[in-house]
């Protein structure tokens, strides 16, 4: 009886290692294919990602500024309301 408790206590932190191990590669397996390796870009005015076809560069000041549509859109407007 002595024997199996010893044996038991030896073994148990590998096995528990291991199905730690299990687990997180459980998790882990098909992160890596839903992640595209498409550079995205984030709207300085609302932070909505968007690929880079989808963003519109504005330059300010020398810095590059990336909108999503809708916000370049909202930028204009406000743009040609004070400038008329």
């Known amino acids: 009886m002595d024997q ?6 030896a073994w148990a932190p590998w096995v528990i290692f291991a199905f730690i191990i299990l687990a997180a590669y459980l998790a882990t397996r ?3 294919s839903r992640t595209s ?7 300085a005015q609302c932070g909505k990602r968007g690929a880079r076809q989808q963003m519109v560069s504005v330059e300010h000041e020398g810095a590059v500024g990336w909108y999503c549509a809708h916000c370049a859109a909202a930028q204009e407007t406000e743009v040609s309301a004070t400038s008329s």
């Not at 390796?37 to 709207?43: G, I, P, R, V, W």
Request: glycine share 6%.
């Open 30 to 32: 098909g992160s890596s």
């Open 37 to 43: 390796s498409a550079q995205t870009f984030a709207c």
């Open 4 to 9: 199996a408790i010893e044996k038991f206590f």
